[in-house]
């Protein structure tokens, strides 16, 4: 029942959805704020689209409304927006409240599923949540409504994201912990293996020294490298078993018959997420770090991953 009240939803947006966006975005942009109010199990949607909208960098307050009433009014100011959850629109606490938001040069957004309600009737713009029945099997519990409630919630959210150009590296700034936060602060200068732990040899190697060099390192993978420090190829030990395969009296070859030539990089100054996610794309377990005129300067091996717990 939710879903397709959900597809309801979907088959609603309009014009209202991005004048709300277009408020928001002008209302963080001129240095406010956005108030979220709502009573019951509609307070409760509020705290979750605000901590959305609080992590995507835009400031947000969920205001109680009974406390709004007896002094915590003083939270909202002159351009904020607030955005009120009433799914009747006739909720007492609200429409207590609405007499006193509009002493305030603030604009008012309404989710409800009333958009006749005396909620509506107040609102600058409204974005309307109405739903056939809740899945509740008697039909009154809030369910599909609230549910309703946060879809929108994030579907603003993530549109004001958009439009604001908000990037992983300002993600990054807030969500300093765990390992979402390791994972967006760290870059691949930090995780990359260097020195006596970074295999670079020269194209005329042998591959039985390169192995040498290989488990000296403890390295799945040798970086090939010309005497002018250019990146000429990799060879993993995938690469080895293939080609020892095909023919077992190679070992006194060149490392350059069997490298790969002109494999994935990655510049040393990206964040660990972008490493992780190109290693991902080309299912690869060594990923060669670049400097910004492409010489090699690491290595950053999948294994490495799980053990700083990035993945």
Do not use: W
């Not at 732990?197 to 040498?212: D, I, N, Q, Y």
């Not at 964040?271 to 991902?280: H, K």
Request: net charge negative.
């Amino acid at each position: 029942m939710e879903i397709d009240e959900l597809e309801n939803l979907l088959n609603r947006i309009d014009d209202n959805f991005s004048h709300a966006v277009d408020t928001l975005k002008t209302t963080i942009n001129s240095g406010h704020k956005l108030v979220i109010i709502g009573v019951g199990k509609c307070h409760n949607i509020g705290h979750k689209i605000a901590a959305t909208l609080n992590s995507t960098g835009a400031p947000t307050v969920v205001l109680n409304s009974q406390n709004a009433l007896h002094g915590d009014l003083g939270i909202v100011s002159n351009e904020d927006t607030i955005i009120v959850l009433s799914y009747s629109g006739e909720t007492n606490e609200i429409l207590d409240l609405l007499p006193a938001l509009r002493r305030f040069k603030v604009n008012i957004i309404s989710m409800t599923g009333n958009t006749n309600s005396s909620l509506g009737r107040n609102s600058d713009i409204i974005l309307n949540t109405k739903v056939d029945r809740e899945a509740c099997p008697l039909n009154l519990a809030p369910t599909s409504s609230t549910t309703a409630m946060l879809v929108l919630g994030d579907a603003l959210a993530m549109t004001l994201l958009e439009s604001r150009e908000f990037v992983k590296e300002d993600f990054a700034k807030l969500h300093p912990g765990g390992s979402l936060g390791r994972t967006l602060l760290t870059k691949v200068s930090d995780i990359m293996r260097t020195d006596d732990k970074f295999c670079t040899l020269a194209p005329e190697t042998g591959l039985k020294s390169t192995l040498e060099e290989m488990i000296r390192a403890r390295s799945g993978a040798a970086v090939i490298v010309s005497d002018t420090g250019n990146l000429e190829g990799i060879l993993t030990q995938g690469d080895f078993v293939r080609s020892i395969q095909k023919d077992p009296d190679i070992l006194d070859l060149a490392v350059s018959k069997f490298m790969t030539k002109d494999p994935i990089t990655i510049q040393e100054n990206k964040l660990a997420v972008e490493a992780i996610q190109v290693i991902g794309e080309h299912r690869i377990d060594d990923l060669v770090v670049v400097d910004k005129i492409g010489k090699p300067t690491g290595l950053v091996d999948s294994q490495d991953l799980s053990r700083m717990k990035l993945v």
